[in-house]
Structures are given as C-alpha cells and as structure tokens.
C-alpha cells in the first residue's frame, strides 16, 4: 500500500505527496476507510480525518458511498494549513523543502519528488 502514517496529519501529507509526484493520478480511488485504517493498524476516525481533510483542501473528492478520488486540477486552498499562505521569512521551510520530507515520510524517492517539482 502506498499510503502511509499514523495520524491524519501524516496520512494527508502522504497523500498529498503522492499526488504531487504523480504516483496517485486524477480519477484514483483512495482504499476505503475501514480497508486503510485495518491495514495501517489505526482507528478509522484517524483515516476519515485525513479524507475530510484532503477533501476540503481540495485534493480528493467524495464521493459518498462510491468513495474518495483524486481530483482533477489540484489547487491549494486556504484549509490546508499555514504553510501555503505563510510567506517564506526563513523560519520555516520551502514549499520544495516541505514536499521532500513529505515524500519521504512516504517512501517516495526524492528524483521522483524533484522530477514531479519541475512539472
């Protein structure tokens, strides 16, 4: 599975790696809630946290019953945490800087995150 972490916060960075990478596509079902949360050995709040939060920022979307997809046009929103509207003063790291660790909290090798970056 490609998707890792053991809170939300780690979930969602994950995902959000993953699509930045291109490893996860427009159109992609994300596992089931009950299916992720079983295999990451985590409650299944933890995993709806994350979802809810992937889909109010805009990267999955919901589809009720049918499931999460990876959306089209990812656009970052002002719910996915201060980094994006922080301005860069030198006290916390690069969007670039941030999607390296994501990605590598994730597994995802850094020429697959530098390559996804100049996209």
């Known amino acids: 599975m490609l998707i890792r972490g053991k809170t939300s916060a780690e979930i969602f960075d994950c995902v959000r790696a993953l699509t930045q990478s291109g490893e996860l596509l427009p159109g992609n079902a994300l596992p089931p809630v009950r299916e992720l ?8 709040n933890t995993v709806a946290a994350a979802y809810r939060r992937l889909t109010l920022s805009g990267i999955t979307a919901s589809q009720g019953r049918l499931g999460t997809v990876v959306r089209n046009h990812y656009e970052p929103r002002e719910q ?40």
């Open 80 to 119: 996915e945490g201060a980094l994006a509207d922080t301005p860069f003063d030198g006290s916390c790291l690069r969007q670039s800087e941030y999607r390296l660790v994501a990605g590598r909290r994730c597994g995802i090798a850094d020429q697959a995150l530098q390559a996804a970056a100049l996209r």
């Open 37 to 44: 949360a079983e295999a990451l050995g985590i409650g299944r």
